[in-house]
């Protein structure tokens, strides 16, 4: 293997004993029964049904409220773990990070409401409603309607790519409660509302059609009929939910970057695993720097994006609003996690393209990386006009 962890030097005996008790679970799901649901198109029912039961889901819901009381360094150690060991963090990763808007911004009653019943009876909050089709990365363009009705809003719109909807009975969901012509500041009028969504499947206010993507990672198109959300489940502030939302994907860059940072060594693992057993004209494939130094590469990248991962982990406990490390993370590690695959992929050979040796599944699924949840270009467009001043390139 290569250097077991990347982040010895930085965790604690705690955090370390929780590596230790994902990874033993991680290993209990190995690379036949991934391949397995692949196949099938299914979701891992009982991979997530452990991961609830053990308290991993509810781990950064405060004690007082039934959850483990973690912090987000804890959250990204179990992440990037499940992602070492072959899993699919992806599919759990939501209920990380959009815990801390409900955390941050909820009110004490929205707490006492729903944060036991997560934290103790399994309900998953697993879905994010924020891209339209016509919007894209362009949030403030959303066109989903929320009109106040009473106590009451009625919901109309629709929402694209929204992961994990068949599996979830709670959603956050963005909306307009003004129109973007109707505002001075765009990002003035948006709201964030707290969706029961097992009440509006059965009321057919949400139908969804299944989209199809490269990798087994359940996404849908969303569209809202008349969709009753009770004024109750506002987070925060009516109009002021953008800042709510900004909250939210920076945990969720994050999140998302130590998921990669745990793909990427897989990669590693697995690929120098290989080149140690692997022998071709007469040598093992190994001792070729052609396969070595993309490899190591490969590595280097990954323990900086490590680096900056902790530093924005830091930020974020801390309560700082600020996305320069949060989006700089995710973006060094998207990079070094598809150096990583693209390096395993060139060390397997033919074998990285058959479904037994498992390498292209987590191929797929890591080059999707580069343009989700943001992609790099729109990084970099905002790392230029916020850090170094230059003009609005969108």
């Not at 007082?64 to 060991?85: K, P």
């Not at 800042?243 to 860059?253: H, Q, Y």
């Not at 940072?261 to 057993?277: M, N, P, T």
Request: glycine letters at 10%.
């Amino acid at each position: 293997m290569a250097k077991d962890w990347l982040a010895d030097d930085l965790i604690t005996e705690e955090q370390e004993s929780i590596r230790d008790a994902v990874s033993d679970l991680a290993q209990k799901y190995p690379q036949e029964y991934w391949t397995e649901l692949d196949r099938a198109e299914e979701y891992p029912d009982d991979w997530v049904k452990e991961l609830t039961d053990n308290g991993w889901l509810s781990m950064l819901i405060p004690e007082e409220y039934g959850g483990g009381g973690a912090t987000i360094n804890e959250s990204c150690i179990v992440l990037e773990t499940l992602n070492r060991w072959g899993n699919s963090a992806g599919l759990i990763h939501a209920q990380m990070y959009q815990m801390g808007a409900v955390l941050r911004h909820g009110s004490d009653e929205q707490k006492q409401k729903w944060l036991p019943q997560i934290a103790n009876e399994g309900l998953r909050l697993q879905s994010f409603g924020v891209t339209e089709p016509d919007a894209g990365t362009d949030t403030t363009r959303i066109r989903t309607f929320a009109k106040r009705e009473g106590d009451h809003y009625i919901v109309n719109g629709g929402k694209i790519f929204t992961s994990r909807f068949l599996h979830t009975d709670l959603m956050l969901l963005l909306v307009r409660t003004e129109r973007y012509e109707d505002v001075e500041k765009k990002t003035d009028g948006i709201s964030v509302l707290l969706v029961d969504v097992r009440e509006a499947k059965e009321n057919g206010q949400i139908e969804s059609r299944p989209i199809k993507v490269m990798s087994n990672h359940e996404t849908n198109q969303l569209t809202f009929t008349n969709l009753k959300v009770p004024v109750e489940n506002l987070i925060g502030e009516e109009g002021k939910g953008f800042k709510v939302i900004l909250s939210g994907m920076n945990s969720e860059r994050v999140s998302v970057a130590s998921e990669y940072i745990g793909a990427g060594l897989y990669f590693i693992d697995r690929s120098v695993g290989y080149a140690k057993e692997r022998e071709v004209f007469g040598r093992l494939i190994g001792s070729n720097q052609g396969i070595q130094f993309p490899i190591a590469q490969a590595y280097v990248e990954l323990k900086a994006a490590s680096v900056m991962r902790w530093e924005a982990a830091r930020l974020y406990a801390a309560g700082s609003r600020e996305g320069f490390y949060a989006n700089a993370c995710k973006f060094l590690a998207a990079d070094a996690q598809w150096k990583a695959a693209n390096a395993a992929m060139d060390t397997f050979g033919g074998y990285g393209l058959t479904e037994e040796f498992g390498i292209a599944r987590k191929f797929q699924s890591s080059r999707g990386s580069l343009i989700a949840p943001i992609s790099r270009n729109l990084i970099l467009a905002g790392i230029a006009q916020r850090e170094l001043g230059m003009p609005r390139s969108y």
